[in-house]
C-alpha cells in the first residue's frame, strides 16, 4: 500500500509510530572505564635501545646492508675557460663599462665623465612619436591648431639625460 492508496490522511507514516524509540544504552556500547587504555590508541613508542643497537649487530627483521654500487652518470660538461689576466700590471686602474636603460625620467647614475653619482638632468626634445602623433591628428581632422598638442606634452617628447655637474650628455631615451 503506498501513500497514494490510503484512505485515511490521519494514518501515520511511521508503521512504528505508537512504539517508543530504542533507549541510547542499549543501541550504544558504554565508554571505557577511567583510566583504562582505550583500544583505538596505539601502542607506546619503541625504547631507544630497541631501536638503536651498538656494535655491529643488525636488526633481526631489517633487510641485509649492500653495499652502495655505481651508477654511471651523464658526462661533465666542461666549464667556461679560465679567465687570462694578460699583461696586467700592479697600479693599473680597471674600468668596467656597464650599459644604463635610461626612461622618461631623472634617474640616479654614476656619471663617466666626473665620475659622480649623481640624479640626472632630464630635457624633452621633439621625437619621432611627436611627429607621428601630429600627422595621425591632422589624418583624422584635427588640422587646426589641434595637431599641435604632441608637441606641448613631454610625454610625447624623447628625454636627454646629462650630468648637472659636468653636463656631459649621459644617454637618451626614445619613445619610438
Not at 485515511?8 to 541510547?24: C, M, R
Not at 700592479?90 to 622618461?104: E, K, L
Not at 649623481?118 to 601630429?134: K, M, Q
Not at 595637431?147 to 624623447?158: A, E, Q, R, V, Y
Request: glycine content about 8%; some cysteine.
Amino acid at each position: 500500500m503506498t501513500d497514494r492508496d490510503r484512505s485515511d490522511p490521519t494514518e501515520p507514516l511511521n508503521p512504528n509510530a505508537g512504539e517508543q524509540p530504542p533507549s541510547y544504552s542499549s543501541t550504544y556500547p558504554s565508554p571505557p572505564p577511567v583510566g583504562a587504555n582505550p583500544v583505538y590508541l596505539p601502542a607506546s613508542p619503541p625504547g631507544y635501545s630497541d631501536v638503536f643497537q651498538t656494535g655491529e649487530k643488525q636488526p633481526i627483521n631489517a633487510p641485509p646492508i649492500s653495499q652502495p654500487h655505481s651508477v654511471p652518470g651523464p658526462a661533465p660538461v666542461p666549464g667556461p675557460p679560465p679567465l687570462t689576466t694578460g699583461n696586467y700590471q700592479a697600479g693599473q686602474t680597471t674600468i668596467i663599462a656597464t650599459q644604463t636603460i635610461f626612461s622618461a625620467f631623472p634617474m640616479m647614475v654614476t656619471c663617466p665623465q666626473c665620475t659622480q653619482h649623481v640624479t640626472t638632468r632630464v630635457h624633452y626634445v621633439t621625437g619621432l612619436l611627436t611627429w607621428l602623433l601630429a600627422v595621425l591628428m591632422c589624418l583624422f581632422g584635427l588640422f587646426l591648431g589641434c595637431c599641435l598638442i604632441p608637441f606641448c606634452f613631454d610625454g610625447c617628447k624623447d628625454a636627454i639625460h646629462s650630468c648637472p655637474n659636468c653636463h656631459c650628455v649621459l644617454g637618451t631615451y626614445k619613445r619610438i
